[in-house]
């Protein structure tokens, strides 16, 4: 992937019982990237997520264009 180390976080408000994802967003300014893990599977697989596409979700997120659960 990238020779850089992810580190790796979850929103603060990510308090739902484990059911979170992580980012690591140090990528993003030297890789251009966001990888996005489950926090329940640290060593499972990766999506790799280009940074503008991932800023485009973030707006929507915010926006609430997904609604809610």
Same mark, same amino acid.
């Given at each position: 992937?990238?020779?850089? #180390? ?23 300014a030297?890789? =251009? ?5 489950d926090?329940?599977? #640290? ?12 800023? #485009?979700?973030?707006? =929507? ?6 609604g809610?659960?």
């Amino acid at each position: 992937m990238v020779n850089e #180390s992810p580190r790796w976080f979850t929103s603060s408000y990510s308090d739902n019982g484990g059911q979170c994802i992580e980012v690591a967003a140090n990528l993003i300014a030297s890789h =251009g990237v966001v990888p996005v893990r489950d926090s329940k599977r #640290s060593t499972g697989p990766l999506l790799i997520v280009a940074a503008g596409s991932f800023a #485009s979700f973030i707006a =929507g997120v915010k926006a609430g264009k997904f609604g809610t659960a």
